[in-house]
């Protein structure tokens, strides 16, 4: 049973989470920067504040207790939620303003995470919190302040602003397609294609508006998002539909090829999707006017 009603000191907690994490006194006072007298000390104190012996000791090193080994995952949380409050309000005081947005996990990845900097640079005094996510979106009731999803184009989306439509690039490695160049569309037969799990049927409209009558080659792995595919791609494991403004760049580099400047319009577009409470935001739109800016 804890002795008095003092908690253990977070000095005390972080020295035994080291020493559990390296079982050896001189290591964790290596790590912390203290002698190794000083991390036996606040081992022995917290031991004796708790009641529990949390160390066995030997001749040949220490183990964990079962009350230390009990102990230990429950400390390394608590000093997580503590080192995480701690920044979460750091942070806060330094920005004015924080905007949160939900986006796709390959529009964040491929695209917004390299595009945020000239927006953070226009807009200091402000926090930008991404998370992500995926699919259908039934409702806009969230903490969210901009959702960001790529959706069949259509006008019946409540609170929701096309940014653009979406246009997919063919696209293969540089090595892939010097390797094996496409000079005319017939060549397409020599390639393997990478299939998108969640949208199987891109392969079908893209043969279709190249009138494409030969069977398409897909390799024995299909994806689920983008920057899977943008992987295997550069894996030189086959071609793939990418969208243009996620590898225009790499294109523009050299780092993969557009052979035939080969692409297809989808039918799908990327829409910013705004809580009705929200929308007089001045960073929600700020920020919006911003992706429309950067997208067209």
Not at 71 to 76: C, F, N, T
Not at 111 to 140: E, M, Y
Request: a neutral charge; one cysteine or more.
């Amino acid at each position: 049973m804890l002795r008095g009603s003092a908690l253990p000191s977070t000095k005390a907690l972080r020295t035994f989470v080291v020493v559990a994490n390296s079982l050896s006194f001189s290591k964790a006072a290596k790590e912390l920067s203290v002698t190794q007298g000083a991390v036996s000390k606040q081992i022995a104190s917290l031991e004796q504040q708790l009641g529990q012996t949390l160390f066995e000791r030997h001749l040949n090193g220490i183990v964990l207790t079962i009350a230390g080994e009990q102990y230990l995952p429950h400390i390394i949380e608590a000093l997580e939620q503590v080192q995480r409050a701690t920044a979460e309000l750091a942070q806060s005081e330094q920005k004015e303003e924080t905007l949160s947005l939900n986006v796709t996990p390959s529009f964040a990845s491929l695209w917004l995470v390299g595009a945020l900097d000239d927006f953070c640079q226009k807009h200091t005094n402000l926090s930008i919190s991404i998370r992500t996510g995926d699919g259908p979106l039934r409702t806009v009731n969230s903490d969210d302040d901009i959702v960001i999803r790529c959706l069949p184009i259509a006008q019946h989306y409540k609170n929701a602003h096309l940014l653009r439509s979406e246009s997919l690039r063919l696209v293969g490695s540089s090595t892939l397609l010097t390797q094996k160049p496409i000079t005319v569309i017939n060549d397409l037969k020599q390639h393997d294609f990478l299939s998108h799990v969640t949208r199987p049927q891109l392969w079908e409209q893209f043969k279709s508006s190249e009138q494409i009558q030969h069977t398409l080659n897909f390799y024995g792995v299909g994806f689920e998002h983008f920057f899977m595919s943008l992987e295997a791609v550069r894996a030189h494991a086959g071609l793939a539909l990418l969208p243009d403004f996620m590898v225009d760049g790499l294109v523009e580099r050299q780092q993969l090829k557009n052979p035939l400047n080969l692409e297809l319009t989808s039918g799908y577009g990327y829409y910013a999707i705004i809580p009705s409470y929200k929308l007089n935001s001045r960073l929600v739109y700020l920020f919006q006017r911003w992706l429309k800016e950067q997208l067209q």
